[in-house]
């Protein structure tokens, strides 16, 4: 059976929240994503993430998703976003993993602002795991 990873850069950082999307509970690394960049979105809670030189984002990566899981979150993921197969370190060592990309058509919804996971952690992840935990 062939596997995925998968490199996440907003919500589904939390373990949680990708185990309410596929149903799997699985254990994240640490990783970064060179040259793209995340930022918030006109009245969202969740981030998009574009092609910006010269930048790195943090996020987590996922590995061991099975073909379920990712059809699981191409359907979670908004009609904003574009599925890509994109090389991401960790540890010092480069992976290929899927990311979620906003697509050039809704790059005008995203604010000069950076997302924080804090902040959404803080503010939004109770609300947001309620909501979602019937996906």
């Not at 290929?96 to 990309?101: D, K, L, N």
């Not at 609300?127 to 996906?135: C, D, P, Q, T, V």
């Given at each position: 059976?062939?596997?995925?990873?998968?490199?996440?850069?907003?919500?589904?950082?939390?373990?949680?929240?990708?185990?309410?999307v596929t149903g799997l509970n699985l254990?994240?690394?640490?990783?970064?994503l060179t040259g793209y960049q995340r930022f918030k979105i006109k009245e969202r809670t969740f981030p998009g993430l574009i092609e910006k030189e010269n930048t790195v984002t943090d996020g987590m990566l996922y590995r061991d998703l099975d073909e379920t899981a990712?059809?699981?979150l191409d359907q979670f993921e908004d009609v904003m976003y574009e599925r890509c197969l994109v090389d991401v370190q960790v540890n010092n060592e480069t992976e290929?993993?899927?990311?979620?990309?906003t697509q050039k058509d809704y790059?005008?919804?995203?604010?000069?602002?950076?997302?924080?996971?804090?902040?959404?952690?803080?503010?939004?992840?109770?609300?947001?795991?309620?909501?979602?935990?019937?996906?």
């Open positions: 059976m062939q596997t995925f990873s998968v490199f996440t850069y907003g919500t589904l950082q939390f373990s949680e929240v990708m185990q309410a254990k994240p690394v640490a990783a970064t990712i059809e699981k290929q993993a899927f990311v979620y990309v790059e005008d919804c995203l604010l000069d602002q950076e997302w924080s996971l804090e902040e959404f952690k803080s503010k939004y992840l109770k609300l947001y795991l309620k909501r979602i935990a019937s996906f």
